[in-house]
């Protein structure tokens, strides 16, 4: 069974562009889940999604939003983008009832200059 | 809130050489626990994870983890590392279960990075 992939694997971006981040979770996983690392901040939690829903979601600025279709795939989407957005952006999914077990993706590196 | 701390930002260890790595929690209720490993340039992958019963979790890669409530702790050892084993480690803590449903995350400590001398 094929794992989570996102796409693109690493993107350059400018200040006040946005950018769109795309997540497949591995077949069968409903929930997605979408965290930023950074050096300076570590692992942090954006938002989680199921069933087309966002069930939860971190203490970030509304510039990051996302969605899931029907497929289960989701996207996230920052727009305006500062320097600090610069990060590996990594997305996890996981069967219903068994949200605990998150499996990830390679995760997506932007580089905002 | 919950939180996690891994005290160590890296350890080196010579290969062969016993491992552990420290992880400590401060929440309110017996957590969900969780080890990953990342690996350069990789996304994180599950090694073991604590949920309840048995204090002493087995995981892969010949990892284990053990429990303990009275030190809010859930280290993580390894009797002899491998080269392959450098990478970084991250513990967290995750809010689960039906009283929780659709609140569903990771807290994640800062990570340790782990490096095998020959």
């Known amino acids: 069974k094929a794992g989570v992939t996102q796409t693109p694997r690493y993107l350059i971006k400018t200040r006040g562009q946005q950018v769109t981040l795309s997540c497949s979770p591995i077949s069968g996983h409903r929930s997605v889940s979408w965290y930023q690392q950074t050096p300076g901040q570590g692992l942090q939690f954006l938002f989680e999604y199921f069933s087309e829903t966002q069930r939860n979601k971190g203490n970030f600025p509304g510039r990051f939003s996302g969605r899931q279709f029907s497929n289960s795939r989701s996207e996230m989407n920052v727009s305006t983008l500062e320097l600090g957005d610069s990060a590996l952006y990594l997305c996890a999914s996981s069967l219903v009832g068994a949200e605990d077990t998150q499996y990830f993706g390679p995760g997506t590196r932007l580089t905002v200059l | 809130a919950q939180s996690v701390t891994q005290p160590d930002i890296h350890i080196t260890v010579s290969e062969g050489a016993s491992l552990e790595l420290r992880c400590n929690y401060s929440?309110?209720?017996?957590?969900?626990l969780f080890w990953y490993v990342q690996s350069p340039g990789q996304g994180l992958q599950l090694l073991l994870k604590?949920?309840?019963?048995?204090?002493l979790v087995q995981g892969i890669k010949g990892f284990e983890a053990e429990f303990k409530r009275s030190q809010s702790s859930f280290n993580l050892r390894k009797p002899s590392v491998h080269w392959s084993d450098a990478a970084e480690y991250f513990c967290?803590?995750?809010?689960?279960?039906?009283?929780?449903?659709?609140?569903?995350?990771?807290?994640f400590g800062t990570g340790t990075r782990l490096t095998i001398i020959p």
């Open positions: 929440y309110g209720a017996t957590p969900y």
């Open positions: 604590y949920f309840s019963g048995d204090t």
């Open positions: 967290a803590v995750g809010l689960y279960g039906i009283s929780n449903f659709g609140n569903e995350k990771l807290t």
